[in-house]
C-alpha cells in the first residue's frame, strides 16, 4: 500500500502562485513514477503533469506548459508542483498519483494509488 496527503491548495488570486505537495508513505518512493492530475467541478478529472522515478524526465499537459513545474525528493519522499501564473481555469481538486507501471503516463486508470485531494481555487 501507499499512502498519498496532498496538501498546499488554497484561493489565489489570478495570476499568483502555489505550491502543492504530496508526501509518500508505504513502500520505497523512488519505485514508482508520479503524477498530478485535477477535477473541476462538473468535468472528468485530467492530467496536468507526471515526473520519472529519477525525476530526471518530466511531462506536462499543454494548458499548464511553461506555467507548471512537477518535481520530486526522493530523500523526503514527496512530489510537488509549483504552479505560477495562475488562471481562474485552473480551478479545480488536484491529486497525485502513484504509479507502478511505466513512467510519464498521462491516463489516470494507469495510475495505482491516489491521494484525497486539494482544492485550488483562482478568482478573477
Known amino acids: 500500500q501507499v499512502q498519498l496527503v496532498e496538501s498546499g491548495g488554497g484561493l489565489v488570486q489570478a495570476g499568483g502562485s502555489l505550491r502543492l505537495s504530496c508526501p509518500a508513505s508505504?513502500?520505497?518512493?523512488?519505485?514508482?513514477?508520479m503524477g498530478w492530475f485535477r477535477q473541476a467541478a462538473g468535468k472528468e478529472r485530467e492530467f496536468v503533469a507526471a515526473?520519472?522515478?529519477?525525476?530526471?524526465?518530466?511531462t506536462y499537459a499543454d494548458s499548464v506548459k511553461g506555467r507548471f513545474t512537477i518535481s520530486r525528493d526522493n530523500a523526503k519522499n514527496t512530489v510537488y508542483l509549483q504552479m505560477n501564473s495562475l488562471k481562474p481555469e485552473d480551478t479545480a481538486v488536484y491529486y497525485c498519483?502513484?504509479?507502478?507501471?511505466?513512467?510519464?503516463?498521462?491516463?489516470?486508470?494507469?495510475?495505482?494509488?491516489w491521494g484525497q485531494g486539494t482544492q485550488v481555487t483562482v478568482s478573477s
Open positions: 498519483a502513484a504509479s507502478f507501471g511505466p513512467s510519464l503516463i498521462t491516463t489516470p486508470r494507469r495510475y495505482d494509488y
Open positions: 508505504g513502500r520505497t518512493f523512488s519505485s514508482y513514477a
Open positions: 515526473i520519472s522515478r529519477s525525476g530526471g524526465r518530466t
